[in-house]
DNA sequence: TACCGCTTGTGAACGCTTGCACAAAGTCGG
DNA sequence: CCGACTTTGTGCAAGCGTTCACAAGCGGTA
């Protein structure tokens, strides 16, 4: 079931180095896995990287999800997409699972990140250590102020934009970081895809507008903040509302 | 069908002040609102906020919807979750969706902000402009160590950490953002928690552990940096793959 | 070797979200 | 005043993701 696109796909099984399982088939996997589901992987990559560091060799799912503040079965089923490496009545091996999370992510190749736009959410991302440590080195910043260009930020040069084509292949950047005020983003866009990137992380607060084959994700803290304030609204709603009859929506008593 | 929670519920419907529509109704609606119908109703108000400043002040759904970047469809059925405030044959009024949105997503009050941890992302998260400018005004920083504290950030004097109690009830504080080191984050957040705080938007990369009545929201940028690498990752692969057919998975060439 | 208890992996049901398609409702021109 | 045209609002069906529940499989033990 897990695998129902192309039984009969062109890729070739190379018949040596096939030992304990088939590279054809973590990439059919990795096609079937839900977007939902990647997101999770990491956060799970995340969490046994901790046990690795803590020495634990061995985690049941109910802990790993413990952990990772999810559902036991949302977690198996999650791993089930990228194959079968538990061990029933034991649990999973940590390294075994770390190692092969890394290769559905991709993590085994390094992926050099350029960062556009030197203000103050730039300058934190360059000098952010949670890129590095996780194989994403920030290895070209931009700026369209000539002032900044030259002057190293985190240990980086600051190039100017429109050397961005040049520096981008050079340093074979392969994830661009949107970090400019609104109204430069979409250029900025246009020139990282004419630059040859295919992957977008956006901070400015619009909508990109992108060729198919290009992947944007987008990072807008206003509307976190708003969703967030939904949330006060409606319990704020509730207090004055339903609390007439002692419990909030969901059982959930308010202010326990 | 709407409102399928509730048709027996406490709330006193006032007998005056019932012109146009009932707040009770506001607040019914507000409950069935889907998750992710409310982060695209943030999105809209973005959109919708940047058409007032044109001078805009009629939209139908289709234009909404390309501005925005979804399907006009899901555009119409997210609105009508708000209620039915669009003329037919016309469009919306732009503004009136604009305060519809707005006191639907509890932006008519103040939501001060609270800071932790200042640092590269505390500093840039302090200055940035597009917190105060959509109605999300930072209220307090705070951090651990004492050198930091007295000297301002961004206009904002810095607090302690062990004052964050009295601060935050001081200054009104409805919203937390968590931007320390990870194994700091657990602890401010328990105490972010027991100084009154509901909502929290953690960019640490660790799961916080949470009584049900707070929301939490989590920013992790190392995952959104995998998640794009898994897709370089499977791109990658149709390459060496699929891409023998031609044509890559749904129908998009590769690099057309 | 055979049994027992534990944990995985997954078929199946459920619920949420999306997209379609169209009736209802309003405007505009004659 | 009427008819044609435009656009909203929504019932409905399809798709996707989550959750449940349990058979299958493995290690430990007698």
């Known amino acids: 079931m897990a695998a129902q696109r192309g039984e009969g796909d062109g890729v070739v099984t190379r018949p040596g180095e096939t030992g304990t399982e088939a590279p054809a088939d973590v990439r059919e996997r990795a096609r079937a896995i839900p977007e939902a589901a990647v997101a999770r992987l990491a956060v799970y990559l995340r969490v046994l990287s ?15 999800a413990g952990a990772a503040g999810v559902n036991s079965a949302k977690l198996r089923k999650d791993l ?37 736009g030197i203000g103050n959410l730039g300058h934190a991302l360059a000098n952010y250590g949670g890129f590095p440590s996780r194989g994403f080195p920030v290895a070209a910043l931009f700026d369209i102020d000539p002032d900044l260009t030259g002057v190293p930020v985190g240990g980086i040069p600051v190039d ?34 004419s630059a040859g990137v295919q992957c977008i992380l956006n901070f400015a607060p619009v909508v990109l507008q992108v ?5 944007v994700r987008k990072v807008d803290l206003a509307v976190e903040m708003q969703i967030l304030s939904f949330h006060v609204a409606r319990r704020a709603d ?19």
Request: glycine share 10%; hydrophobic share 40%; net charge negative.
């Open 50 to 64: 901790g046990m690795v560091e803590q020495g634990v060799t061995t985690i049941s799912s109910e802990e790993l």
């Open 80 to 116: 089930s997409y990228i194959g079968s490496y538990g061990t029933r009545g034991v649990g999973y091996d940590v390294e075994v699972l770390v190692s092969h999370i890394e290769r559905i992510l991709g993590l085994t190749r390094k992926h050099s990140v350029a960062v556009v």
């Open 160 to 193: 100017h934009i429109d050397d961005i084509t040049t520096v981008c292949a050079e340093r074979e950047v392969s994830i661009g970081v949107i970090a400019t005020p609104p109204q430069a983003a979409q250029a900025v866009c246009d020139r990282l895809v």
């Open 211 to 215: 060729p198919d084959y290009v992947e």
């Open 238 to 256: 509730e207090a004055a509302g339903d609390v007439v009859n002692g419990i909030g929506v969901d059982g959930v008593v308010i202010r326990p």
